[in-house]
């Protein structure tokens, strides 16, 4: 019975804690355009706290695509922080169409939400320790098990936009919305998240892996 409890335990922590990212709707608005021949730029927006995860973020994505024969940047590889700091969608958009960048593939935090949840002790125990005919026995161990404090763990959601779109007439091609799920650390949040992404878009035709496509 206490082997049933513990892994009963572990089990609910790991449920609670674990790290997952999943797309909660994606769609192509219009006809993928040619990305072989021009420069796709990744671009995370995030808040200026976050400046760590958003070069994370940057990269994964970018290097994602370069591994399918894509030409990928970050655009803070690009431009460097300073360059695109305080600056607005709108306005590194502005800043893309005047280098002449052909795609964009933005990366948007649209919420990050803490939350704290109780997780109730194990009511496993209960027949090993009050083992008895007796109810009355048995309810009361029932009652104060149910009202024992269990203890809380904090959890975080990461609600995330991405958009590819032709930067010379602006138009949306593709739009995917995530949620990330406690994300270990950055460096596993980007990773999901990039593979996520480009799974769903060659899911959906918007990219394919060109280095198999010229075998």
């Not at 994505?61 to 700091?85: P, R």
């Not at 958009?163 to 460096?187: C, E, G, R, W």
């Amino acid at each position: 019975m206490k082997i049933i409890k513990w892994i009963t335990i572990v089990s609910c922590v790991l449920l609670i804690q674990c790290s997952s990212s999943n797309i909660v709707s994606s769609r192509m608005i219009l006809e993928p355009i040619n990305l072989e021949t021009g420069r796709i730029v990744v671009v995370a927006i995030l808040k200026e706290e976050d400046k760590s995860l958003c070069k994370q973020m940057e990269n994964h994505l970018a290097a994602d695509l370069c591994n399918l024969g894509y030409d990928a940047i970050s655009s803070i590889e690009l431009y460097g922080f300073k360059t695109i700091e305080g600056l607005d969608e709108k306005q590194i958009v502005s800043k893309l169409m005047k280098d002449d960048i052909p795609a964009v593939l933005t990366i948007v935090l649209l919420s990050k939400q803490k939350e704290k949840n109780h997780v109730p002790k194990s009511m496993f125990d209960l027949e090993e320790r009050y083992n008895t005919n007796d109810f009355s026995i048995y309810y009361t161990a029932i009652h104060n098990k149910i009202y024992e404090e269990g203890y809380y763990v904090n959890n975080t959601n990461y609600f995330w936009e991405s958009n590819l779109f032709s930067v010379s007439d602006q138009k949306f091609i593709y739009s995917v919305q995530t949620q990330s799920f406690n994300p270990f650390n950055k460096a596993s949040l980007a990773h999901e998240y990039g593979k996520l992404i480009i799974d769903d878009m060659l899911k959906n035709n918007i990219i394919k892996d060109i280095h198999k496509s010229r075998e």
